[in-house]
Structure formats: C-alpha cells, structure tokens
C-alpha cells in the first residue's frame, strides 16, 4: 500500500506481504479504539448522575456540567486539535490526546470536590478533541482509497455509533456493580492497552510545511464554539429570549465571524476557506450537522422514556437499547456494499429517510407501551438508517481535500456532528418541555417526548433536502493533488470502491 512521508508525498506501493494486512487491521483497531472511548464518554455518565450528586454534593447546575463541560470543550477544541495532527504529527497527536483524556479519567475517577470532577471532564474533552480527529486521519492513511478504505470508514462510523449506543448499558452495569468512580476509572486500563498498541502500530505521518498553528484563529474558533455550545445549553434552563441565552448566543456568533474574517486574510489559516470550495466537503459536513440535531437526541429521549415513563432500572434501560446498537452496526457495515454499486449520496439519502420514518413511528408511544412496539422495532429502524447514512456523509467529507488538510477535514466532520447534536439536543429538549406543558406524569412526559421524536424526523427530512439539492454526485477536484504512481479517475464517486478494488479477495 502507499506510505505517505513526513512532507507529504506519497511513494510508490509496496508489495503485499503476508504481515501487511494484520498490521494494517491493527492500526484500525487502535484508532476505532480511541474513537469509542471519545463517544463512549459523551453519554456514558447519564445514569450515573444521581450517584454522583449524592457523593460529591453537587448542585442541580452542577450535576448538568458533569454533562456539559465534556461536550463544550470537545467540540471547541476539535478544529485546533485536527489542524495540529497535520502539523506536529497525527501519530504524535493521537498518543498526546489519548494521555490526556486517560489521566483526566483518573483524576475524575478519584475527584473528592465537586469542582474537581468537572476540571476533570473538561480535561478529558480537551484530550478528546486533540484524539479524535487522528483516528479518522491515521486510519484514512493506513488504508488506500476504496474498497478497502470504505470498509474501514464503516468500521470507525460503526464502532463511534456503538460507543455511543453502548454509554447508558456500560454506565448502568458499573454503577450498579461497583460505584459511579468507575464510569470514569475504566478508562484508565482501556486507555493505557490502547497507547501501548498505538505507539508500536501506528506510523507518524504529517503535512509538509512549517510547523505554524494559527493561534488567533485557534482562539476565535474554540472561544466562539464554547460560547455558543454555552448558550444552546443555557436554552433548556433558561428558554431561548432569556438574557441568559442570547447574550452567549449572539457572543458566539460574533466570535465566529471574526473568526472567519481572520481566517480569509491570514497566510496560514487554522480552517483554509477553499476547502468549502470543495462542493462534497461543504455539502457533506452542512449535511452531517443536520443529521446530528435531528437524530443525536435518540438515545437521550429513549433512556428517559424507558425509566421515567416505563419504569426500566439504568440497567435495564441500557440493555432494551442492545438491538438499536447493533441496527446502527449493521447499517454501518452494509453501507460500503450498497455505496458500491448506488453511490455514496443515494445511500446517504435513503439512510436518513429511514431514520425519519424511525423517529415518525417513536412518535406515536404511548405511555403503556410494549417494549416491542415502543422501543425495539423503531429504535432499530432509526439507527439501520443512521448507520447507513453517516459512512457515505464521512467518506464524502473526507475524500475531495488535499492529504495535507486531511486531519483538519477529520476534524470538520466530528465539529459538525458534536456542534449539531449538541444544538439539536437543546432543542428538542425545549419541545419535549412544551410538549408535556410542565406534567410529570406519565401521559405528559411521553407527549412531550413524542413531539420531541416527531421534530426530529422533520429535522432529518431537511437533511435529505439539502442533500438533493446540493450534494454533488460525486466530488469535486481535490484542491491540491497529491504525486501519485499512476493515472487517477477524478469522475469516480470517491466513496465508491474501484471494479478492482471490490474484488472478492478483498472482502
């Protein structure tokens, strides 16, 4: 396969051999690895709130930072995170992260304070949003494009859905098992195997060019995302004209545009503004953002309906979602072979137009609902299509840009995803609320949680929109082609497997 050098050329392929394919399996398995423990965290705390209020004596605002002081930093820091994997060394930058957000774990794991756990999760998000675009770009880079990387990206899309699906069953079994400190402390083993196996597997590879971060732009970005994530939470609490929410809201948006004011004139920009040229990338990510407000809030609205309406233990809630889990897995591993012979946009469209008629059918619970007809049969509607439209989405964001911006590019992708699901969730959580007009019943809860589920199929329908309307069906020209060993077809979808590369060995 092609090895890309410390400035940025490819040379030539190299004979297969018969360690080459379980070397390059175990790069996948160490950045799938990391990529599920940066969204095994995003949830995997839920059901251990309780405990953790009771322990630590946390406040009612308190207990909601435990959430969102993970989500805002990982989503503010997540651009300068991918920017300096191109720069200092994606390899360097993944085991940098990964250390971070392990030892952040530990110390979360043993916090004494209130205080000290929420210093520990904005760590850990900080360590997050370093990791998380290397996973995309180390795997991207081990595996040549098509068959092959598509089947690879199916597996990190898969194994990042089933971190997320799998937080509230792990977190209820450590809860109920030991203590709510494990739910933090089971990082740390995890974390450690996965830096041992990253620092053997892994090759170094980086942009050529100086080693220069934008640090104005770094600033802008990452204050203006945590600003405005700010404010999309303060939404829930506050409503969405109290002061309290407009003020971070409108700081944020205008962090954002000097932001962008920067980037336009400085020489080395941290978000190079041509990449949004790149008609797949800008449709993909503009797609991706949709996609997570609609369908991010799922889990969340199911868990809750599970234990506050039909009454399930945190365990039991966890379990009664295993089938959605591995829907989205599957979704995930049957995409690259429908994307070889449809192409990447239709299957991203059928994708999310399954996952909307999932939500339509979660709408219509009741409050005695059957877990069959409640929960199980829409849940996996819902994540079959989730799972089918999110690889396209990535390999479409991923594949029109230059090697050189393609932790950057990484980066997008997560940001759009994180920022959309966080702005979704605040959301759809203000329509729950009207929704039950302020009961704590049964009835009224799943009133509420049901136009929560119907808003967010509309949601999914305007993705679906967008996509027909603007997403290309197949990328535009990369903005700075690489040096190849032969001819490459730029009319191809760049998310569909080359006729050789899809051949029956290879499977």
């Known amino acids: ?47 251990a709130l309780p405990s953790m209020r009771s322990s630590l004596g946390l406040s009612s605002t308190g207990l909601q ?58 760590v850990q998000g900080l360590g997050a949003a370093v990791l998380a675009p290397s996973t995309l770009t180390i795997l991207t880079s081990a595996v040549p494009e098509g068959a092959a990387r598509a089947r690879a990206i199916a597996t990190w899309t898969a194994v990042g859905a089933g971190g997320g699906a799998a937080g ?35 090759s170094e590879s980086r942009a050529g060019g100086a080693r220069r971060l934008d640090l104005p732009g770094a600033v802008l970005v990452t204050a203006g995302t945590a600003v405005l994530a700010y404010g999309i939470v303060q939404t829930e609490a506050e409503g969405w004209t109290a002061a309290a929410t407009l003020v971070p809201l409108l700081a944020g948006v205008v962090l954002i545009g000097l932001f962008l004011t920067v980037e336009a004139r400085t020489r ?63 979704g995930s591993k049957l995409a690259p072979r429908v994307m070889a012979r449809v192409g990447a946009k239709h299957v991203a469209v059928v994708g999310t137009l399954i996952t909307a008629v999932g939500f339509g059918w979660q709408s219509t619970m009741t409050a005695h609902g059957t877990y069959v007809v409640s929960i199980m049969l829409p849940g996996m509607l819902m994540m079959l299509g989730a799972g089918l439209a999110m690889t396209p989405l990535a390999s479409l964001a991923t594949s029109g840009a230059a090697p050189g911006d393609a932790g950057l590019v990484s980066g997008l992708v997560n940001t759009a995803r994180t920022l959309g699901g966080a702005l979704g969730l605040s959301v759809l959580s203000t329509v729950a609320a009207s929704g039950s007009r302020g009961g704590t019943g049964a009835e009224a809860l799943t009133a509420g949680y049901g136009l929560a589920f119907r808003w967010g199929g509309f949601i999914l329908l305007g993705a679906v929109v967008l996509m027909l309307l603007w997403m290309p069906r197949a990328s535009g020209p990369v903005l700075r082609r690489p ?25």
């Open 1 to 47: 396969m092609s090895r890309t050098s410390s400035d940025g050329h490819i040379s030539a392929p190299r004979p297969r051999s018969s360690r080459t394919r379980p070397s390059t399996w175990l790069v996948i398995l160490a950045a799938c690895a990391g990529q599920f423990l940066v969204v095994l965290d995003v949830s995997v705390v839920n059901v």
């Open 65 to 122: 930072w435990v959430v969102n002081a993970y989500a805002i930093a990982f989503a503010g820091f997540m651009l300068l995170g991918g920017r300096a994997g191109d720069l200092f060394g994606r390899k360097r930058m993944f085991l940098v992260g990964l250390g971070l957000f392990t030892l952040a774990s530990l110390a979360g794991g043993l916090a004494q304070e209130g205080w000290q756990l929420l210093a520990a999760r904005a």
């Open 168 to 202: 509230g069953l792990v977190g209820g079994a450590l809860t109920d098992a030991l203590s709510w400190r494990w739910v933090l402390l089971i990082n740390v083993p995890v974390g450690a195997l996965v830096l041992v196996g990253a620092a053997r597997w892994i």
């Open 268 to 330: 080395v920009p941290l978000m190079p503004l041509k990449l949004f040229k790149v008609r797949s990338v800008a449709a993909a990510n503009a797609a991706m953002f949709i996609c997570g407000a609609g369908s991010f809030g799922m889990w969340y609205f199911m868990t809750l309906y599970a234990q506050n309406v039909l009454h399930y233990s945190p365990f039991v809630a966890g379990l009664a979602l295993i089938p959605s889990s591995l829907s989205v897995v599957a």
């Open 483 to 507: 040096a190849a060993s032969g001819p490459v077809d730029e009319r191809r979808d760049p998310a569909a497997p080359s006729p050789a590369a899809a051949s029956p060995s290879d499977d």
